[in-house]
C-alpha cells in the first residue's frame, strides 16, 4: 500500500500594509523521504500572470497522490501587493507602484561568496561543501532582512522572503506568463539538456549573469561556485537547476491547460528523480532554442491601432507581414493601413496585450537565429 504525503500550508508574514495588518502569502509543503532533491515552486509575482496559481492548484492534485523522495514547496500569490494592483478592470502588478521597479527584479546575490566559500572549503567533501554554500546563502538572505527595517523596500521584503524559501532547494520554478504569449522556458545554459523533458517548445538560453530575477537569484552563486572551484583545478557540477516557465498569457486562468502545465512539470521533475515510480514522461516534440543576445524585441515604428498577424510560435519567413498598423487619421490623405515585417526568419513569442500602440511601444519578441535542441 503506498503511503502519499500529507499536503500542510503556512502563511507568512512578509511586511505590513498601511493600516499595519500583516501582509502574508500561503506556503504549502509536502515531505518526501529525503532520498531525493527538494523543489521550490512559486507563481504569481506579477499581478496579472495569475495561470501559475492554477498550475500550482493542479500540481497539488497530482502531487497528493505520489509518493515522494524530495521535498516540495509551492507558493501561489507569491506578490500579494501586485496581484490586487487593479486599474478599472485590469490588473497591472508588474512594477512596484512606489519604486517603479520591476517586482522580480528586488531579489539578492552576493558575487563575492562563491571565491570565499572555493577557498574556504577547497578540500571539502562534496556533500559538507553543498551543505553549507546552501546554509551560507540562507544566512545572506536572513542577514539582509534582519538589517535596519529602514533600508528595505515593500518589493524587497517579499523577494528576500521568498528567496529564502527557494535556497532551501535544489530545483527552483518560477511560474510567469507573458502579454499574449506562447510556452517558453527560460533556461540556464548549464541546464540545457533538462529542457527537453518540459513539454515546452521553445527554449530561451540564458547566461550566468545576475539582473535580479528569481531564477538567476537561485542557479548565479551555484554557478559561481562551479567557476570559482575550476579554476583551483576542482571538479564540482552546479548543484541547482532554476528556470522561469513561461505558461501562456496574463489576465485568464485555464485550467485544462493549466493540467498540461502541471504535467510538464511533472515529467521534469519525474527525471530529476523526485518521485517514486511516477509515470509522467516528456511528449516528442521538436524544440526550439535562441541564445538571449537573439531574443529579438520589435518595437512599433509608428503610433496606431495594431492587428497582429504573426502567429504565436509560429515561424516567420524574412520579408513576411507580422503586423497591420491602422492610422485613420490618414483615410482621406495617405495610406491608413501600414503593413510591418521582420527583415529576418524568426519564431513569434509573445506580443503586446493592447491593439492600441505608442511609437516605440513593444509589439512583439521573436526567437532568431533559432537552432534545434
Known amino acids: 500500500m503506498s503511503i502519499t504525503p500529507p499536503i500542510s500550508q503556512e502563511n507568512i508574514v512578509v511586511g505590513e500594509v498601511a493600516n499595519g495588518l500583516p501582509l502574508t502569502i500561503p506556503v504549502y509543503r509536502l515531505k518526501g523521504d529525503g532520498t531525493g532533491p527538494s523543489v521550490y515552486v512559486q507563481a504569481n509575482m506579477h499581478g496579472a500572470e495569475v495561470q501559475g496559481n492554477a498550475v500550482i492548484y493542479q500540481l497539488l492534485e497530482q502531487l497528493k497522490h505520489l509518493e515522494l523522495k524530495g521535498d516540495i514547496t509551492l507558493v501561489p500569490y507569491a506578490n500579494p501587493i501586485g496581484c490586487n494592483q487593479k486599474s478599472g478592470e485590469f490588473t497591472l502588478g508588474r512594477f512596484d507602484p512606489i519604486t517603479g521597479t520591476n517586482w522580480n527584479r528586488m531579489y539578492h546575490c552576493n558575487s563575492q561568496l562563491a571565491s570565499q566559500f572555493a577557498e574556504q572549503y577547497r578540500d571539502a567533501d562534496e556533500r559538507v561543501l553543498k551543505n553549507a554554500f546552501k546554509a551560507a546563502l540562507i544566512e545572506e538572505v536572513e542577514q539582509q532582512l534582519a538589517g535596519p527595517d529602514y533600508r528595505l523596500t515593500t518589493g524587497k521584503r517579499i523577494a528576500l522572503n521568498l528567496q529564502k524559501l527557494a535556497h532551501q532547494a535544489d ?40 539582473d535580479g530575477a528569481m531564477d538567476e537569484a537561485s542557479f548565479c552563486p551555484w554557478w559561481q561556485l562551479t567557476d570559482a572551484l575550476a579554476q583551483q583545478g576542482r571538479e564540482f557540477a552546479v548543484q541547482v537547476e532554476a528556470f522561469t516557465v513561461e505558461l501562456g498569457s496574463q489576465e485568464k486562468i485555464d485550467l485544462k491547460a493549466a493540467l ?56 516567420i519567413r524574412a520579408g ?43 509589439l512583439y519578441k521573436f526567437f532568431t537565429n533559432v537552432f534545434k535542441l
Open 320 to 362: 513576411e507581414p507580422i503586423a497591420n498598423i491602422l492610422r485613420m487619421e490618414r483615410y482621406l490623405n495617405e495610406q491608413p493601413l501600414q503593413t510591418l515585417t521582420l527583415e529576418c526568419d524568426a519564431i513569434a513569442i509573445l506580443h503586446f496585450a493592447s491593439a492600441s500602440v505608442n511609437q516605440g511601444t513593444e
Open 260 to 315: 498540461d502545465d502541471a504535467t510538464s512539470i511533472l515529467s521534469y521533475l519525474n527525471h530529476k528523480h523526485v518521485f517514486i515510480d511516477a509515470p509522467y514522461q516528456p511528449k516528442q516534440m521538436t524544440r526550439f532554442g535562441c541564445k538571449l543576445d537573439d531574443y529579438l524585441a520589435y518595437y512599433s515604428p509608428m503610433g496606431g491601432m495594431v492587428e497582429y498577424i504573426a502567429p504565436l510560435g509560429g515561424h
Open 171 to 210: 530545483i527552483v520554478l518560477d511560474l510567469h506568463t507573458g502579454p499574449i504569449s506562447s510556452q517558453h522556458l527560460y533556461c540556464p545554459d548549464y541546464a540545457v539538456n533538462s529542457a527537453s523533458y518540459f513539454n515546452i517548445p521553445h527554449v530561451l538560453l540564458i547566461p550566468n549573469e545576475f
